[in-house]
């Protein structure tokens, strides 16, 4: 069923645009009455990343919930994983992130994580939007049973230990430089600090938001500056995580960019040698290169692919029992440890690794050769152009064009209004166009 307001990652769009003051007012309202189950004083917890308009969100949000008669944890900046551990630590009713993830500044969001820590699902979204439109007067609390809202202090360092627990016990990272990349985002103090706990040499950038720079120029939407530092620094490693930290890419001490396919076959192949993983089998999205699927096979795990988004990647896995999941991108989902994807936790895993080997990450994160994959973004203003009969014929004279020896996928953005053209296959130059050519028709159907 189509959704109003919930993405493939909650709600998201321009700050005070899209996600405005009453818009999240509203959210809080409509989420904690659909959340309040039972007699017991409901509350929430709510991070958030380090824009602006956060301040503006967290205020609305916190109007919304107490309004209601729901008490407030307020978390300040905090990774959003850390955010979904703290809700079922803390016994929450409910969890909020306030974040656009990878976006720019001027985007925000609101994700929603249910008791149990994990994403909500669309039967609790579709009830959230349907009273999201909903006069909802009659329904706010009696003025003795409006919620209380307080800041919480020590969460950081609660989330500190949780990472530092997910790896080998007594395992040190004495030795190793490790440049980290925090966005200038949620993640800025908790996964320095992490490291440096754990013995690592730890040169930090991407660590003084202002507001205004996460995501710019910097975190694993923009790894260059890190590689640039790694080479300067002579690092071992580079951790480079976007602004909320729920995704993650690793740069080698040769400033080569490791994508998210890398690091699953990283630490998929680390635990079945472990015997970690729960079956002989772990799952992606439909953007995962081909040549991460045949590396896979080649070792006796198979690629389970769902459609985009690590919420459908989390929903395989909770329904057929896989502990290893996620995206190119770098959401890795590792459900031993975590219920949503966590950039910093998967890091750490593939730290372990390289101190297990003692191999150059360069060695450790290339797993295979993957192959040629091109992704070109057309966009569009309304409507769903993909879905056009002259967009469709071009598709479909692109995959004959491949003939067996690739694929071509072509899907709407769930966060922004684009659309994704992705084809890939031995031959490079014919995959690039393949691409132009869908490429070319849609932008004539979008104009």
């Given at each position: 069923?189509?959704r109003?307001?919930f993405g493939?990652d909650?709600i998201?769009?321009r700050a005070?645009?899209?996600?405005?003051?009453?818009?999240a007012?509203?959210?809080?309202q409509?989420?904690?009455?659909?959340?309040?189950?039972?007699?017991h004083?409901?509350?929430?917890v709510?991070g958030?990343?380090?824009r602006?308009?956060?301040?503006?969100?967290?205020?609305?949000?916190v109007?919304?919930?107490?309004?209601v008669?729901?008490?407030v944890?307020?978390?300040?900046?905090?990774?959003?994983?850390?955010?979904?551990m703290l809700?079922?630590?803390m016994?929450?009713?409910?969890?909020?992130m306030?974040?656009?993830?990878h976006?720019?500044?001027?985007?925000?969001g609101?994700k929603?994580?249910?008791?149990?820590?994990?994403?909500?699902?669309?039967?609790?979204?579709?009830?959230i939007?349907?009273?999201?439109?909903?006069?909802?007067?009659k329904?706010?609390?009696?003025?003795a049973?409006?919620?209380?809202?307080?800041?919480?202090?020590g969460?950081?360092?609660?989330?500190?230990?949780?990472?530092?627990r997910t790896l080998?016990?007594?395992?040190?990272?004495?030795g190793?430089?490790?440049?980290?990349?925090?966005a200038?985002?949620?993640a800025?103090?908790?996964a320095?600090?992490a490291?440096?706990?754990?013995?690592?040499?730890v040169?930090?950038?991407g660590?003084?938001?202002?507001?205004?720079?996460?995501?710019?120029?910097?975190?694993?939407?923009?790894?260059?500056a890190?590689?640039a530092k790694?080479?300067e620094m002579?690092a071992?490693?580079?951790?480079?995580?976007?602004?909320?930290?729920?995704r993650?890419?690793?740069?080698?001490?040769?400033?080569?960019?490791?994508?998210g396919?890398?690091?699953l076959?990283?630490?998929?192949e680390?635990?079945?040698?472990?015997g970690?993983?729960?079956?002989?089998?772990?799952?992606a999205t439909?953007?995962?290169?081909?040549?991460?699927e045949?590396y896979?096979n080649?070792i006796?795990?198979?690629?389970i692919?769902?459609?985009?988004g690590?919420?459908?990647?989390?929903?395989?896995m909770r329904?057929?029992?896989y502990?290893?999941?996620g995206e190119?991108?770098g959401?890795?989902i590792l459900?031993?440890?975590?219920?949503?994807?966590?950039?910093?936790?998967?890091?750490?895993?593939v730290l372990?690794?390289v101190?297990?080997r003692?191999?150059p990450v360069?060695?450790?994160?290339?797993?295979?050769?993957?192959?040629?994959?091109?992704?070109?973004?057309?966009r569009?203003?309304?409507?769903?152009p993909h879905?056009?009969?002259?967009?469709?014929?071009?598709i479909?004279?692109g995959?004959?064009?491949?003939?067996?020896h690739?694929?071509?996928?072509?899907?709407?953005?769930?966060?922004?209004?684009?659309?994704?053209?992705?084809?890939?296959g031995d031959?490079?130059?014919?995959v690039?166009?393949?691409?132009?050519?869908i490429?070319?028709?849609?932008n004539?159907?979008?104009?």
């Amino acid at each position: 069923m189509a959704r109003k307001y919930f993405g493939t990652d909650g709600i998201r769009g321009r700050a005070n645009g899209v996600i405005t003051p009453d818009l999240a007012l509203r959210v809080g309202q409509a989420t904690g009455l659909v959340f309040q189950r039972g007699d017991h004083r409901h509350r929430v917890v709510i991070g958030k990343d380090t824009r602006l308009s956060g301040y503006m969100i967290e205020t609305a949000l916190v109007a919304g919930f107490t309004s209601v008669g729901m008490d407030v944890m307020l978390l300040g900046p905090m990774p959003t994983p850390a955010v979904a551990m703290l809700t079922r630590s803390m016994r929450a009713d409910l969890g909020v992130m306030i974040s656009a993830s990878h976006n720019l500044y001027d985007d925000n969001g609101i994700k929603l994580f249910a008791p149990d820590g994990f994403k909500l699902t669309d039967e609790d979204q579709a009830q959230i939007e349907e009273l999201i439109d909903t006069d909802l007067s009659k329904r706010l609390a009696a003025s003795a049973d409006l919620g209380r809202a307080k800041r919480i202090d020590g969460v950081h360092d609660r989330y500190i230990e949780f990472a530092k627990r997910t790896l080998p016990k007594n395992l040190s990272l004495d030795g190793l430089r490790v440049v980290v990349d925090c966005a200038n985002g949620a993640a800025y103090s908790v996964a320095p600090a992490a490291l440096w706990e754990l013995g690592a040499e730890v040169f930090s950038v991407g660590v003084e938001p202002d507001g205004f720079n996460i995501n710019k120029d910097c975190g694993s939407t923009s790894p260059a500056a890190l590689s640039a530092k790694v080479r300067e620094m002579r690092a071992d490693i580079g951790i480079a995580l976007d602004g909320d930290a729920d995704r993650v890419v690793i740069v080698d001490e040769l400033g080569h960019v490791v994508d998210g396919d890398q690091i699953l076959a990283v630490i998929a192949e680390s635990w079945q040698e472990d015997g970690r993983l729960s079956k002989p089998g772990i799952v992606a999205t439909v953007m995962s290169n081909y040549g991460f699927e045949r590396y896979l096979n080649s070792i006796g795990i198979e690629l389970i692919r769902t459609q985009v988004g690590d919420r459908y990647v989390l929903e395989q896995m909770r329904e057929h029992g896989y502990n290893i999941g996620g995206e190119p991108s770098g959401h890795i989902i590792l459900s031993d440890h975590t219920t949503t994807g966590d950039g910093f936790v998967a890091a750490l895993q593939v730290l372990a690794v390289v101190k297990k080997r003692g191999r150059p990450v360069s060695e450790i994160c290339h797993r295979y050769d993957p192959l040629p994959q091109i992704m070109k973004n057309v966009r569009y203003r309304n409507g769903k152009p993909h879905e056009d009969s002259k967009v469709i014929k071009a598709i479909s004279a692109g995959e004959q064009r491949l003939n067996g020896h690739g694929r071509v996928l072509v899907r709407a953005s769930g966060t922004e209004p684009v659309i994704r053209v992705m084809a890939e296959g031995d031959d490079k130059v014919l995959v690039e166009d393949v691409v132009d050519g869908i490429v070319d028709v849609l932008n004539e159907v979008a104009a």
